[in-house]
């Protein structure tokens, strides 16, 4: 069940979330920087687990007679939904044309039709014409991923959007600790608010796109 031969698409710059540090400590007196960098981590874990907005694309140059292909995360997590597969631009429908498999690393499992065969396995596996390829096809494949414990790497738009999200949310945290210094129940509720709105406004955002209305583009890939 190899994956080589792979290349990945979109590879995007990428940052470390604990730099968000530095919108954080000055409001909190006395609070500790390893908690402070601590508590980004989770949030930015809860975030994208919640919120399903963390994203990479790949595509995966078929292997020949190879019908599976796992999916690895980008970002230092796991791989939690498989979103798009195209073959050449073609959407591929789940359950019908592929299947997934899921494990540590998420696979994807072709359909026979769709397994890469060069020309010569014509003869020596007496295959129908139409299932020979001289170029070997791309496979594009959009995966939803979460961040592991302690990962702090992560895409530097994800930052650039969502950054104000997990400050609030590490803030709402950190002030609603009791007994600290930094204790702050009203500005824990606030950012609390913050916080969630952050969440709801992201999940809907990846569910219904600019201008509100849902154009169905699956079949256009």
Known sequence: MANSFQSEAGNPELALISELAENIVYRLR?????MVRKTIRE??????????????????????????????????????EIRTVALNGTHLR???????????????????????YPPEAHRLERLPEATLMRIPPKLFV????????????????????????IVCGVLARLYSMQGRAWSDNAKASEERIRYENAKSETRMFKEVPAGGHFIDTSEVL
């Open 43 to 80: 949030v930015y874990r809860e975030f994208c687990h919640e919120t399903k907005c963390l994203t990479a694309d790949r595509i995966i140059e078929l292997v020949p007679h190879q019908a599976e292909y796992q999916v690895s995360a980008k970002f230092g997590g796991v791989v939690t």
């Open 94 to 116: 789940n359950g019908i044309q592929y299947r997934v498999e899921n494990g540590v690393h998420p696979t994807i499992v072709l359909s026979p039709q769709y397994v890469f």
């Open 142 to 165: 959009k995966a939803v991923e979460v961040p592991g414990m302690e990962s702090e790497k992560a895409p530097r738009w994800f930052i650039d959007r969502h950054g104000d999200a």
């Open 30 to 34: 006395g609070c500790d920087d390893v």
